[in-house]
């Protein structure tokens, strides 16, 4: 789907007389669209059915309000003129002064993610508008209603309907050779690698969050309990569609068998998830290279834990945004000065 050829260009155009709008101005229309999108919280549950209400408001609504706070707090202040001290020179130099500006790009292509479409992209987007660029919105299948709901709250506020383009969901090959400014990407590290490859022949420069296999160790004297409650949550949310989804999960050998159990108990609980066919094919193959290897996989609560994978690390070196965890025995210890703690990267369940 091709681009119109002026499209670069019309942003760029429209960068330019943004970025002269005092930045005060653009803050307390940042607090405007804020506002809006607080009143029509009740509404973004209808957009993501396949979530719950209380995960969409909690992952999509609350990170993209504090987002917006922290522009309207911060913005000034982070992006001001100032002179740099005499660490911000090389020592060599005596005598020179220097002083650090930050300057728009102009043109800012965002190539949106569909595992979180409207916080993600929102606060990818008010960042750029804010530092005085025009942006280029493309979203991931699924997630157009999502950038349509941001592209009218921006004009809502007040924001001219020129610096954003809403793009067509499958525009975005053309859109990277299209020679934007600035290329903004969430996605996997295969998306990645190709947006790079086409971004290197017109020099521009990208912006990248790729994939995600977090580990999680569970040190010796841990409560299992607790683990057990942050891994279910983390494995869970948002169907497994998350880049800090908790997957390589390593336990002492006393614990892992303890640990597996309160893993079956709790995850049979739950109901079912609704992950997409895609990721169920991609997680199907992990399973047979698993079992193929020597492993065990089981499927309970919609999660697939795989056991006996020692020695199978570069199987799980993967990023299939599923939900899985792979439970790694060894001996490990606790370092010194370090409490006795799971590390878990959710706070909360």
Request: charged share 20%; with cysteine; proline share 7%.
């Amino acid at each position: 789907m091709a681009l119109p050829d002026d499209a670069v260009e019309r942003l760029r155009r429209a960068a330019e007389l943004w970025d002269a709008v005092p930045m005060a101005v653009r803050l307390r229309l940042v607090g405007r669209f804020r506002r809006l999108l607080q009143r029509r919280w009740r509404m973004l549950p209808d957009l993501f059915p396949k979530r719950p209400a209380v995960e969409t408001l909690t992952v999509e609504l609350l990170p993209l309000l504090a987002a917006c706070r922290f522009l309207e707090r911060n913005a000034e202040k982070v992006l001001r003129e100032r002179k740099a001290g005499m660490w911000g020179r090389p020592l060599w130099l005596p005598g020179v002064t220097s002083r650090v500006e930050r300057r728009p790009f102009g043109a800012v292509l965002i190539l949106a993610p569909g595992n979180y479409p409207l916080m993600l992209p929102g606060i990818q987007l008010l960042q750029a508008l804010v530092t005085g660029n025009a942006v280029a919105l493309k979203p991931a299948p699924g997630g157009e209603a999502a950038t349509r709901l941001l592209a009218d709250l921006l004009v809502q506020a007040g924001f001219p309907s020129a610096l954003c383009n809403v793009l067509p969901t499958g525009s975005g090959a053309e859109a990277v050779a299209a020679g934007f400014d600035l290329i903004v990407l969430t996605g996997s590290a295969q998306t990645g690698r190709s947006v790079l490859q086409e971004a290197a022949k017109t020099l521009t420069p990208t912006i990248m969050e790729l994939s995600g296999v977090d580990p999680v160790f569970v040190l010796p004297g841990a409560d299992l309990e607790h683990v057990a409650r942050r891994l279910v949550y983390g494995a869970r949310l948002n169907n497994g569609a998350t880049c800090i989804a908790p997957h390589r999960v390593f336990v002492h050998h006393e614990d892992k068998a303890a640990l597996l159990a309160l893993l079956r108990f709790m995850l049979v609980k739950k109901p079912a998830l609704s992950c997409d066919n895609v990721g169920r094919a991609r997680l199907a193959a992990l399973v047979g290279q698993i079992e193929a290897a020597g492993g065990r996989a089981e499927t309970v609560g919609d999660v697939t834990i795989f056991t006996q994978v020692e020695g199978l690390h570069a199987l799980l070196d993967t990023d299939i945004f599923m939900p899985w965890l792979a439970l790694t025995g060894g001996g490990f210890e606790k370092p010194p000065g370090i409490e006795v703690c799971s590390v878990i990267p959710f706070p909360l369940s």
